[in-house]
């Protein structure tokens, strides 16, 4: 008994020598309910744009096949402020969700591995958005949202190198969707429901089943 005790003293050692080296070198205090979060306001603020936004200019376009330059003009500055409010409202809930785990784990919420993992998410976001706003400069609307799915895509799998690797495989999906809807230039919205809104949620519940349940 004594030696299978020893034993059991060593794997549970090794095991906790493991989660210290992850700790110094991996953020894993993402919580799943911040991808949850994420995908619920991904959702609702598809079903504005889709319901409520280009509901109000459909008739319009229906009469003549194309808006004038005003009502386009109006109709860019909605989408805009729109996808603004939905980044903001799903960055505040994963900051929000973050914190409270890191506070649960008595780990600091902005360390030297978290740093690393913000300016590795933020680079290919930033580039990413700044590749958008030349597109929407020229009103070229197409790719828009695969541009959207595919650079955030990039931006997660970038960043899982210094996080939980589940989220490299987020990041794989996002990128395939993207692609994807490059084929169907028309359907953007839907796609960036899919890729923002339902990946999120599946994505954040099952983390949260994996890391967070117990």
């Given at each position: 008994m004594?030696?299978?005790?020893?034993?059991?003293?060593?794997?549970?050692?090794?095991?906790?020598?493991?989660q210290?080296?992850?700790?110094?070198?991996r953020f894993i205090?993402?919580?799943?309910?911040?991808g949850?979060?994420?995908?619920?306001f991904?959702?609702?603020?598809a079903a504005?744009?889709r319901f409520g936004?280009f509901k109000?200019?459909?008739?319009?376009?229906?009469e003549?096949?194309h808006?004038?330059r005003?009502?386009?003009?109006?109709?860019k500055?909605?989408?805009l402020?729109?996808?603004a409010?939905?980044?903001?409202a799903a960055?505040?809930?994963?900051?929000?969700f973050?914190w409270?785990?890191s506070?649960q784990?008595g780990?600091?919420l902005?360390?030297?591995?978290?740093?690393?993992?913000?300016?590795?998410?933020?680079?290919p976001?930033?580039?990413g958005?700044?590749?958008?706003?030349g597109?929407?400069q020229y009103?070229?609307?197409?790719?828009v949202a695969?541009?959207?799915l595919?650079?955030?895509?990039?931006?997660?799998v970038n960043?899982?190198?210094?996080t939980?690797?589940?989220i490299r495989?987020?990041?794989?999906?996002e990128?395939i969707?993207?692609l994807?809807?490059?084929?169907?230039?028309g359907?953007?919205?839907?796609f960036?429901?899919?890729?923002?809104?339902?990946?999120?949620?599946?994505?954040?519940?099952v983390?949260w089943?994996?890391?967070e349940r117990?």
């Open positions: 004594s030696e299978q005790n020893q034993q059991q003293d060593t794997i549970r050692e090794v095991r906790d020598i493991r210290m080296m992850e700790r110094s070198s205090s993402l919580s799943g309910l911040s949850v979060a994420a995908g619920v991904a959702l609702a603020g504005i744009a936004i109000d200019y459909y008739f319009r376009y229906t003549l096949g808006w004038s005003d009502e386009f003009r109006q109709l500055i909605q989408l402020a729109l996808a409010g939905v980044f903001v960055f505040l809930s994963a900051f929000y973050t409270r785990k506070h784990q780990v600091s902005w360390n030297h591995t978290s740093r690393r993992l913000f300016w590795n998410t933020v680079i976001l930033a580039t958005g700044l590749f958008i706003l597109m929407l009103n070229d609307w197409d790719f695969p541009a959207c595919i650079f955030y895509g990039l931006a997660l960043a899982s190198k210094y939980l690797t589940d495989y987020l990041g794989y999906c990128i969707v993207g994807i809807s490059m084929k169907w230039i359907y953007g919205l839907y960036w429901a899919a890729g923002f809104g339902i990946l999120h949620i599946i994505y954040g519940i983390m089943w994996k890391y117990a």
